[in-house]
């Protein structure tokens, strides 16, 4: 799958024009991953977002024996966008788990610098995160109410 065709697959980039999703896919950076390679550790800052282009990633919470799985992503999901948002601490660990494991990575700096340049590109890509984040937080609430 070329990479426009993935970025036009991905929910965060709803909304945007084939001219933005240009300006996304320039900003890509293609990274492979090994099985069992850590991408993201539980705590560490963020400063990148990713999208699977190929394989799986293992998405888990905690440590050592308190470790608990999430979810498991495929091509097309992504993870690590809150850090488009604040830079804070990683939310979860997440490890590659086939080979191949290819991800595309956004820096948090090359997301600021073309939403400074195309304020509809951060517009559509904050409204799709919040709404996503919103979904998740009303679903576990529901849930916990249930």
């Keep these: 799958m070329d990479l426009h065709n993935l970025l036009q697959d991905v929910e965060l980039f709803n909304g945007l024009t084939e001219i933005e999703l240009v300006d996304i896919s320039q900003i890509c950076q293609e ?3 090994k099985p069992g390679d850590t991408v993201t550790e539980q705590g ?3 400063g990148e977002m990713y999208i699977i282009t190929e394989g799986f990633v293992q998405v888990s919470i905690g440590r050592g024996s308190k470790e608990r799985i999430i979810v498991n992503l495929g091509a097309g999901q992504i993870f690590g966008e ?3 948002v604040d830079k804070g601490p990683r939310s ?3 490890r590659a788990m086939i080979d191949p494991t290819v991800l ?3 820096r948090t700096e090359d997301f600021d610098r073309i939403c400074n340049q195309n304020t509809h590109i951060g517009f559509i890509v904050m ?5 996503d984040i919103s ?3 009303r679903h576990r609430n529901l849930s916990e109410m249930g």
């Design 104 to 106: 595309q990575v956004i």
């Design 127 to 131: 409204r799709n995160l919040a709404s």
């Design 31 to 33: 990274r492979y991953v």
């Design 44 to 46: 560490e800052p963020g």
């Design 82 to 84: 809150m850090a488009l």
């Design 92 to 94: 979860a660990t997440v």
């Design 135 to 137: 979904f998740k937080l």
